[in-house]
């Protein structure tokens, strides 16, 4: 069996919460890291939590767990649960971005997600980055009626790492969408729908294609 090649050689991953990224598409990234110019942005650090104080170090740790250096990713300071209040100011960061990275693929929050700062974050992303492709990933707390209609092969090892990477996350320690067996379930159950051994999901926001004739 063949895979479809999708390709881009500058890959934007956006985050409304410390985890967003890792929990949507770890594996993925991951994998992706060495290939392609990777850029993740993150815009709630959740500082304004007295419980989530330790978060930021957490999600740098995370993200060098992956693979990445600390000059690609970033950490926003909106605060959680108003990002409806700062739409404008949100869609302007995006635009920067673009105009910074000018990306060929963007993975932000599933179309699909209820929590208002990931509805809010997605919604932004398609005004911003209209004319280039956008997926949503699942973050299986907030999503509802999310199927994934564009699956990605990722590889045992990348699955693992994106294990250990949530592991560094000692706040959210017990929750259930951070257990191992979740996590390693999830991306059979998706590798399964390929019919690959592992796979991550992803919805459709928007796709922009050239076919190509090859030889």
Do not use: W
Not at 42 to 71: C, R
Not at 95 to 103: A, D, F, M
């Amino acid at each position: 069996m063949k895979n479809m090649t999708f390709y881009g050689k500058s890959l934007l991953f956006l985050g409304a919460h410390p985890d967003d990224i890792e929990l949507g598409c770890g594996a993925l990234l991951a994998d992706l890291v060495g290939l392609a110019d990777v850029f993740c942005m993150t815009f709630s650090d959740n500082k304004k939590n007295p419980d989530l104080q330790n978060l930021a170090d957490e999600h740098s740790n995370s993200m060098h767990v992956l693979g990445l250096k600390d000059h690609q990713f970033g950490l926003g300071s909106y605060e959680t649960r108003r990002f409806p209040d700062f739409r404008q100011e949100m869609l302007q960061d995006m635009l920067n971005l673009r105009k910074k990275y000018q990306p060929e693929i963007v993975f932000v929050n599933t179309a699909k997600d209820i929590h208002q700062d990931h509805q809010t974050l997605t919604e932004e992303a398609t005004r911003a980055f209209r004319g280039t492709t956008v997926l949503g990933y699942d973050v299986l707390r907030s999503s509802y009626g999310f199927f994934p209609h564009f699956l990605a092969e990722v590889s045992e090892k990348a699955v693992e790492t994106k294990i250990a990477a949530l592991a560094e996350y000692s706040t959210y320690a017990g929750r259930y969408y951070f257990a191992p067996d979740i996590i390693r379930a999830t991306a059979i159950r998706h590798g399964a729908l390929a019919e690959r051994p592992y796979a991550e999901g992803f919805d459709i926001i928007r796709i922009v294609g050239q076919f190509s004739k090859t030889d």
